[in-house]
Nanobody
Framework: QLQLVESGGGLVQPGGSLRLSCTAS????????IGWFRQAPGKEREGVSC??????VTNYADSGRFTFARDNAKNTVYLQMNSLKPEDTAVYYC????????????????WGQGTQVTVSS
């Protein structure tokens, strides 16, 4: 069974940092494009960043503050988020698709359950 599990969310003050993790089971992450998405209340799900099978990273949102990394040995990807802003508050999801990166969440085949990130003082 293919499964993605996110962790690392929480409450952080503006300007703070968080590192989200996404661990796969049932398949190897480096055989897929892995995207990070987020969905704020009342808004559509949007792409944040994506890492391709070859390891190239594409940023979609205002994610110059975010760094995407992959640890093949742990079958885990990470999203390091720095200088967080209140508008970054959302549920963050990782997702996998078998081909190249795309920003459209509807093109991804497998999803995690999401992890809540709240940026507030």
């Amino acid at each position: 069974q293919l499964q993605l599990v996110e962790s690392g969310g929480g409450l952080v003050q503006p300007g703070g940092s968080l590192r989200l993790s996404c661990t796969a089971s049932g398949f190897t992450l480096d055989g897929y494009a892995i995207g990070w998405f987020r969905q704020a209340p009342g808004k559509e799900r949007e792409g944040v960043s994506c890492i391709s099978r070859s390891g190239g990273v594409t940023n979609y949102a205002d994610s110059g503050r975010f760094t995407f990394a992959r640890d093949n040995a742990k079958n885990t990807v990470y999203l390091q988020m720095n200088s967080l802003k209140p508008e970054d508050t959302a549920v963050y999801y990782c997702a996998a698709r078998s081909n190249w990166c795309r920003s459209n969440p509807g093109s991804y085949d497998y999803w995690g359950q999401g992890t809540q990130v709240t940026v507030s003082s």
